[in-house]
């Protein structure tokens, strides 16, 4: 599975990005999809997933960002609203098997990363 992220780039604080990730597989719709992101100086760390039935939000966007996928078009998006400085980050989208999980341990296949800046 290759996993080709797009979308990211600078935006004011208050402002919107889409996120997209096509993934190259006949087997999209049995994947567990989904984004991550690493601040400068931190931990990556998980910011919303999709399953074929379910999907999870961090409490730190939840309301803001919104993660949704088109099964027809192996992609996964993660619409960015009421973006904040904080939320300046490189984004990476994963994919995994199984059910619903937050741990990046879970996720087997990665892309390359879209950086989003948000400036105050």
């Known amino acids: 599975v290759q996993l080709q992220a797009s979308g990211g780039g600078l935006v004011q604080a208050g402002g919107s990005l889409r996120l997209s990730c096509a993934a190259s597989?006949?087997?999209?719709?049995?994947?567990?999809m989904g984004w991550f992101r690493q601040a400068p100086g931190k931990e990556r760390e998980f910011v919303a997933a999709?399953?074929?039935?379910?999907?999870l939000h961090a409490d730190s966007v939840k309301g803001r960002f919104t993660i949704s996928r088109d099964n027809a078009k192996n992609t996964v998006y993660l619409q960015m609203n009421s973006l904040k400085p904080e939320d300046t980050a490189i984004y990476y989208c994963?994919?995994?098997?199984?059910?619903?999980?937050?741990?990046?341990?879970?996720?087997?296949?990665w892309g390359q990363g879209t950086l989003v800046t948000v400036s105050s």
């Open positions: 994963a994919a995994g098997w199984g059910v619903m999980s937050t741990w990046d341990k879970e996720y087997n296949y």
């Open positions: 597989t006949r087997t999209f719709g049995t994947l567990r």
């Open positions: 999709v399953s074929w039935s379910d999907a």
